[in-house]
């Protein structure tokens, strides 16, 4: 079933970079992200350990959205003609 969605320029010029990004940098990101907001928090800067910790859940998100693109970007309606 082909979908007759099409999209815009801007869409496939952010999937064709972002596809170029190994996914695992997403992940080890994440991680980092979230072992530097550990120690923010054991040397008691509360606030800032919590604003640097809300970037994990964001980071795995793109890393989520690199992966799609990979395997299913909006060119693979155009490549299976």
Aim: net charge positive; aromatic share 8%.
């Amino acid at each position: 079933m082909e979908s007759k969605h099409k999209e815009g320029k801007i869409a496939k010029s952010i999937e064709k970079q972002t596809a170029k990004a190994p996914s695992d940098i997403f992940l080890w990101s994440s991680i980092a992200t979230m072992g530097v907001s550990l120690c923010f928090k054991l040397y008691k800067k509360d606030r800032m350990a919590l604003y640097i910790g809300q970037w994990a859940e964001s980071i795995l998100l793109l890393g989520v959205y690199n992966k799609l693109v990979k395997v299913e970007g909006s060119d693979k309606s155009e490549k299976d003609k």
